[in-house]
C-alpha cells in the first residue's frame, strides 16, 4: 500500500490563464520504492497560517477590516480556509512532481483578497492538507484503490511580491468592487445625471 509524502517545491503566475492562477510544485514521494502508481486524484485544502508571520504597522492598519484593532489581534488572528484545489497525478514509481493550479480572485468581498492585499511584503505562510484516492498496481498485479489520509500536509511561504504581481498582470492599475444593487442604482443615476463619462471620475467627484 503507498505511503505518500508531499512537499512543495515552488509557485509562480500562470501568465495566459482565462482567470488568475498560481500554479504549485508538488513533490510525491512513495517511501514503498518500486510500487508502480497509476495515477493519484490529489485534492488539497490551501489554509492561510496567519499567526505564523509578523505585521508591520502599516500592514496593521490595512488589516483592520479582517482582525480588528492590533490589540484584539491575540483573539481575533487565526487560520482561514483560502481555497480548494485538484489535480490528477500521472503514472509514476517512486517519486514525482506535479503542478496543482489555484484559482485566485481579485474581489474584495472575499477575506483572501483582503488578506493578501493588506501585506506589504515578506511571505504569506499557508499549510496545504491533501486527500484524494491512490490506484496502484499490487505485487499480485491487480488494481488496488486507498486513500490519501487527512493527515498529509506541507507547508510554504508565498512570495508576496509573486501575488501581488499575478493581479497586477491581469488587472494592470485596476481594482474590482462588487456593491449591493440598490448602490450602484444610485451611482449610476448619479453619474448619468452629472454626464460623467467613466466610473473612476465618478467616484473621484464623490470622493471630493
Not at 482567470?19 to 490551501?46: D, G, H, K, T
Not at 509514476?92 to 483578497?113: H, I, K
Not at 444610485?186 to 464623490?206: S, Y
Request: aromatic share 12%; glycine share 6%; with cysteine.
Amino acid at each position: 500500500m503507498p505511503d505518500l509524502e508531499f512537499r512543495i517545491e515552488g509557485a509562480h503566475a500562470v501568465a495566459y490563464a482565462v482567470s488568475p492562477q498560481l500554479a504549485f510544485r508538488i513533490q510525491i514521494q512513495n517511501s514503498v520504492a518500486r510500487e508502480q502508481i497509476q495515477s493519484i486524484i490529489l485534492q488539497a485544502q490551501v489554509q492561510i497560517e496567519t499567526t505564523r508571520r509578523l505585521y508591520g504597522e502599516t500592514e496593521q492598519g490595512r488589516l483592520k477590516d479582517l482582525f480588528g484593532e492590533p490589540e484584539r489581534w491575540g483573539q481575533t488572528l487565526r487560520t482561514m480556509l483560502w481555497t480548494h484545489a485538484t489535480v490528477n497525478v500521472r503514472p509514476f514509481v517512486g517519486r514525482t512532481v506535479v503542478e496543482m493550479p489555484l484559482p485566485c480572485t481579485f474581489d474584495f468581498n472575499v477575506a483572501a483578497t483582503k488578506y493578501f492585499d493588506g501585506l506589504m511584503d515578506g511571505d504569506i505562510p499557508l499549510c496545504l492538507l491533501f486527500s484524494g484516492t491512490v490506484f496502484y498496481e499490487a505485487e499480485d498485479g491487480a488494481l488496488h484503490i486507498a486513500q490519501i489520509p487527512w493527515r498529509n500536509e506541507a507547508r510554504f511561504r508565498l512570495p508576496v511580491e509573486l501575488w501581488k504581481r499575478l493581479m497586477d498582470h491581469y488587472y494592470p492599475n485596476s481594482a474590482w468592487l462588487n456593491l449591493r444593487r440598490d448602490v450602484f442604482d444610485r451611482l449610476h443615476q448619479f453619474k448619468r445625471q452629472r454626464g460623467i463619462a467613466t466610473w473612476e471620475q465618478a467616484v473621484e467627484e464623490l470622493l471630493q
